[in-house]
């Protein structure tokens, strides 16, 4: 049985990943390239989680 996409995600996924084909591909094995694209993709904020009062 061949891997078949839900159709509603294909539909939310394809400008972004239309959009992943302009970007530079790191070298093979260049895990830095990697996690520096992944850095910029995914910038963290500044602003530590939010944690509920009734957690302990």
């Known amino acids: 049985m061949p891997l078949q996409y839900d ?3 294909a539909k939310i996924v394809e400008p972004f990943l239309r959009n992943m084909g302009g970007f ?3 070298k093979l ?3 830095e390239g ?3 694209m992944l850095a ?3 910038p963290q904020t500044t602003a530590p989680p ?3 009062d009734d957690i302990e």
């Open 29 to 31: 094995h260049d895990v």
């Open 34 to 36: 990697r996690r520096a």
């Open 7 to 9: 159709p509603e995600l």
């Open 50 to 52: 939010s944690i509920p």
């Open 40 to 42: 910029n993709m995914f």
């Open 24 to 26: 530079p591909r790191p």
